[in-house]
């Protein structure tokens, strides 16, 4: 997604895409830069095209609206859902945790409600020796492997879903 236009305020920028998202960015942002979400990146960065093809300098992170729940990846929450965020007692590192509250029930879930069910060779398992006990682990049952890596999130799954994935070299 591409900048379309920028207003600089207290060395931040007010910026909107070509798509008609806003949001707040580091003041060297420019037009024609673009905005990408980055597996491991807490939130979606400013790269600015290189001359060299899939070459991108990093200009800095961003904030825009419609993408802290996901949507890049997983699309719009659906209704009756809405992100929430709570004290999560079984978390000590980070305090907060999200969970998605059905508006009319008032119920309340972990699973992200845009997610599909796990592939039936996967199951969700809490820590192990190896890994950080406070993040979840997914461990399949057919060949025993561990990894914090969401089997649905992986670069073979997301294209199967038809998510745009590149590969790019970072300046």
């Not at 899939?54 to 825009?64: E, L, R, W």
Request: glycine fraction near 8%.
């Amino acid at each position: 997604m591409e900048l379309a236009e920028n207003n600089h305020f207290r060395n931040h920028t007010l910026i909107t895409t070509d798509l008609g998202y806003f949001g707040i960015a580091h003041t060297d942002t420019q037009v024609g830069d673009v905005i990408c979400v980055i597996f491991g990146c807490l939130s979606p960065i400013i790269l600015r095209p290189l001359p060299a093809e899939n070459v991108f300098q990093v200009v800095g992170s961003c904030y825009i609206h419609g993408f802290s729940d996901g949507e890049a990846i997983l699309g719009p929450v659906p209704a009756p859902w809405k992100v929430v965020l709570r004290l999560a007692e079984d978390d000590e590192i980070n305090g907060y945790g999200v969970r998605f509250q059905n508006t009319i029930t008032g119920e309340e879930i972990q699973r992200d409600p845009r997610m599909a069910k796990l592939p039936s060779e996967w199951e969700i398992v809490r820590g192990s020796a190896d890994i950080n006990a406070n993040d979840h682990v997914y461990r399949n049952k057919v060949t025993g492997e561990e990894t914090i890596c969401d089997p649905r999130m992986t670069v073979k799954a997301l294209g199967c879903r038809g998510i745009k994935i590149e590969r790019i070299k970072l300046m």
